[in-house]
């Protein structure tokens, strides 16, 4: 459950540095140190050779490709987000306990994100050759090209909606889960899921975008489905190592601390979710035009 009743006493303050730490994020974020000296570096590491320059060699060469693809990108603003929904699930009953009580969750969040991942993939394989994420066009400055526009708008309803699961967390905003959960307690899993798996409908990772051209390519929707399934699984498999790794030694401690004072929970997802959700949203929707020399400026490091 992402709204747990217990608000902090200082939300807006709370509020705010979720806030300033999302931006400050989007200026400093080096897309070309985590695509490619992170990305590209696992990649080619897995899969024993270049990853970007080596065509893609069949089905089996494919599935291969999305799972260490999809590994290579881990590191993205959702998987950070899951954290705050997950932390308060850890630490009940003995070890092995603990550990099933993490698993149930990110079971749940599975179902949500290979549900998205797996339709978008068959789609891919289906008429995939003529879609946005398909096309090699460069950008020109001044425009967009219909690919940047598929991401910001994706991007942009994602980072939205995740502002304001931040929001809902803190008690400024209604629950949207408020109905639903009492039916369906597993209901805010399932959507954070199909977050993160909506991330594969506007993804520029060059990667990722090798790996769609082969399935568009290859006209089998089953292989599609399969491959941006597997792209899926591959990004959050370091986040569940992680978190069975906090399951076994620290969930009991980690457990107490949260008992002791039950808005540290719910300052925990909201902090989690409203950083993760400004950043996407002022990285895809305001950074991105200004990169394409559509707004005049947005603030940058030197390395970004």
Same mark, same amino acid.
């Given at each position: 459950?992402?709204?747990?009743?217990?608000?902090?006493?200082?939300?807006?303050?709370?509020?705010?540095?979720?806030?300033?730490?999302?931006?400050?994020?989007?200026?400093?974020?080096? %897309?070309?140190?985590?695509?490619?000296?992170?990305?590209?570096?696992?990649?080619?590491?897995?899969?024993?050779?270049?990853?970007?320059?080596?065509?893609?060699?069949?089905?089996?060469?494919?599935?291969?490709?999305?799972?260490?693809?999809?590994?290579?990108?881990?590191?993205?603003?959702?998987?950070?987000?899951?954290?705050?929904?997950?932390?308060?699930?850890?630490?009940?009953?003995?070890?092995?306990?603990?550990?099933?009580?993490?698993?149930?969750?990110?079971?749940?969040?599975?179902?949500?994100?290979?549900?998205?991942?797996?339709?978008?993939?068959?789609?891919?394989?289906?008429?995939?050759?003529?879609?946005?994420?398909?096309?090699?066009?460069?950008?020109?400055?001044?425009?967009?090209?219909?690919?940047?526009?598929?991401?910001?708008?994706?991007?942009?309803?994602?980072?939205? *909606?995740?502002?304001?699961?931040?929001?809902?967390?803190?008690?400024? #905003?209604?629950?949207?889960?408020?109905? #639903?959960?009492?039916?369906?307690?597993?209901?805010?899993?399932?959507?954070?899921?199909?977050?993160?798996?909506?991330?594969?409908?506007?993804?520029?990772?060059?990667?990722?975008?090798?790996?769609?051209?082969?399935?568009?390519?290859?006209?089998?929707?089953?292989?599609? %489905?399969?491959?941006?399934?597997?792209?899926?699984?591959?990004?959050?498999?370091?986040?569940?190592?992680?978190?069975?790794?906090?399951?076994?030694?620290?969930?009991?401690?980690?457990? $107490?601390?949260?008992?002791? $004072?039950?808005?540290?929970?719910?300052?925990?997802? *909201?902090?989690?979710?409203?950083?993760?959700?400004?950043?996407?949203?002022?990285?895809?929707?305001?950074?991105?035009? *200004?990169? $394409?020399?559509?707004?005049?400026?947005?603030?940058?490091?030197?390395?970004?």
């Amino acid at each position: 459950m992402l709204v747990n009743g217990h608000f902090p006493r200082r939300r807006w303050l709370v509020l705010a540095l979720s806030v300033l730490g999302g931006y400050l994020l989007t200026v400093v974020w080096s %897309a070309e140190f985590v695509d490619s000296t992170i990305g590209d570096s696992v990649a080619d590491t897995l899969l024993g050779h270049d990853a970007r320059e080596t065509p893609i060699a069949g089905i089996g060469a494919g599935v291969a490709f999305a799972f260490v693809s999809g590994l290579a990108g881990t590191f993205t603003a959702c998987n950070i987000a899951v954290f705050g929904a997950m932390a308060p699930m850890l630490g009940t009953g003995g070890r092995w306990s603990r550990l099933w009580q993490m698993f149930k969750p990110l079971g749940w969040l599975s179902v949500g994100m290979i549900s998205v991942s797996a339709t978008y993939g068959a789609i891919v394989g289906l008429v995939g050759t003529a879609m946005p994420q398909f096309s090699t066009a460069a950008n020109t400055p001044g425009g967009l090209s219909p690919r940047s526009v598929q991401s910001l708008v994706v991007f942009g309803l994602i980072g939205l *909606a995740m502002t304001y699961l931040g929001l809902a967390a803190l008690g400024i #905003v209604s629950d949207p889960f408020a109905r #639903v959960s009492r039916r369906f307690p597993n209901a805010p899993m399932v959507v954070l899921g199909a977050l993160i798996g909506g991330f594969l409908i506007g993804r520029p990772f060059a990667l990722f975008r090798q790996m769609f051209r082969d399935a568009a390519e290859s006209g089998n929707p089953l292989y599609g %489905a399969l491959a941006f399934t597997l792209q899926s699984l591959g990004n959050i498999m370091v986040m569940g190592v992680f978190f069975a790794v906090v399951a076994l030694v620290g969930g009991s401690r980690l457990r $107490r601390w949260l008992s002791a $004072r039950p808005s540290r929970v719910a300052t925990i997802t *909201a902090v989690a979710l409203l950083v993760a959700g400004v950043f996407t949203f002022l990285y895809w929707d305001v950074r991105l035009l *200004a990169r $394409r020399e559509i707004i005049p400026w947005y603030p940058t490091a030197p390395w970004s």
